[in-house]
């Protein structure tokens, strides 16, 4: 079972191309996340009542840790296409 981008190069590899749709699949990833977050933040100041503070923090952090990991792959993905070979024709 295959997750995410498939490869698109000859016998299965990954092309350039391939390299920057994952890391545009991560970038929006991660903007998700930190939009995530905005909400969260905006949610716990209208509604502080101290119930739900445990929930709050609990997806600040988890969305945090999220969008830190996907910026990660994100720059990680750029970099793998900067230095991947160019696809044959």
Sequence with gaps: MNIGVRPTGPGGTYTRQDH???AGYAFVTAV???TLILADGALVNRFNDGRLDGLYAGVFVAAWL?????AVACVAYLLQAA?????PR
Aim: no cysteine; hydrophobic share 60%.
């Design 20 to 22: 920057l749709r994952q």
């Design 32 to 34: 998700l996340l930190v």
């Design 66 to 70: 999220g969008a830190l990991l996907a």
């Design 83 to 87: 230095l991947a070979r160019k696809r």
